[in-house]
């Protein structure tokens, strides 16, 4: 019997400071907090159906720092959006690559722990005729 994997389900940030990130997630990405856990010092939230979690790292234990990108309909709108809430952006938004069918645009920002994140949108194009 072959097992397949399915969709991530959930996915864990280790933080330095509780409050802060929960600021940082909810108040500056606006992700729908879950459930904030204080023994554990940990919260999760909802990103478009994928768990977040953020916890505290123990002392001594290794600090993850994935790069998770955002996926958005208006990257301008977005960009725009997080920095009046507090995000800073390593840039503008900028085109990444494109095919026949597709651009696809990123803009990169941190989390207060340094966690790189970026917003993406993958655009509808048409490439033009020569």
């Known amino acids: 019997m072959t097992t397949e994997l ?8 280790s933080v330095t ?3 802060r990130a929960l600021t940082f997630y909810r108040d500056v990405l606006r992700l729908p907090l879950l459930l904030k856990v204080e023994a554990q010092k940990m919260a999760s939230f909802d990103c478009a159906g994928i768990r977040l979690d953020v916890g ?4 001594g234990a290794d600090v993850s720092h994935p790069l998770l990108h955002f ?3 208006d990257i301008d709108e977005a960009y ?4 009046a809430r ?9 085109l ?13 920002f941190r989390d207060p722990d340094g966690t790189r994140l970026a917003v ?3 655009r509808a194009f048409l490439a033009a005729e020569t």
Do not use: C, K, N, S
């Open 96 to 108: 990444v690559r494109e095919d026949d069918a597709t651009q696809l645009w990123r803009a990169f």
């Open 56 to 59: 505290e790292a123990e002392p």
């Open 86 to 94: 507090g995000a800073v952006f390593e840039g503008p938004p900028h």
């Open 6 to 13: 399915g969709p991530i389900a959930q996915i864990h940030l």
């Open 120 to 122: 993406m949108e993958e």
């Open 17 to 19: 400071d509780i409050a």
């Open 80 to 83: 725009a959006h997080l920095q």
């Open 71 to 73: 996926r958005v309909a």
